[in-house]
């Protein structure tokens, strides 16, 4: 009965994230594994009664916060945010694209290089966390 119980708060904690998956869209497994690691974090936080709880919370929860960067697409706004930059507006006129007021080359190419860095760096950190620590949060 008690799997069975624990079968039905599943579905329902995780009822959103089943509801909007696609299979065709990566995003949507990095929910599933974010939603995961929220739902685990938050045990350990507050169940946990192993040595080392409070760090595997603190671990979980560093890993969902860059799995949200990662779904967000958050990097552009910090690397704007970081060069006090604000990329110009774009427009299609025709089949063109047009480029609007404030725009500066070398400053936007600047933002684009800067978030795609943060965005490499953000995966290679959360490969590595998983890599080092995932089968020392359940073992």
Do not use: C
Request: overall charge neutral.
């Amino acid at each position: 009965m008690k799997s069975f119980l624990t079968g039905i708060y599943n579905l329902w904690y995780f009822r959103k994230v089943v509801w909007n998956f696609r299979w065709w869209d990566y995003v949507h497994n990095l929910e599933l594994l974010q939603k995961s690691f929220e739902y685990s974090s938050d045990y350990h936080k507050l169940h946990g009664n192993g040595e080392n709880s409070q760090t595997i919370s603190t671990e979980l929860s560093l890993a969902t916060k860059m799995l949200e960067r990662v779904r967000s697409h958050s990097f552009i706004d910090e690397a704007q945010n970081e060069l006090n930059y604000t990329l110009a507006p774009v427009y299609i006129v025709g089949n063109r694209l047009q480029h609007g007021e404030g725009y500066d080359k070398i400053k936007e190419d600047q933002v684009w290089s800067r978030a795609k860095e943060l965005e490499i760096d953000n995966w290679n950190k959360l490969w590595k966390l998983l890599k080092s620590k995932m089968q020392t949060w359940w073992d």
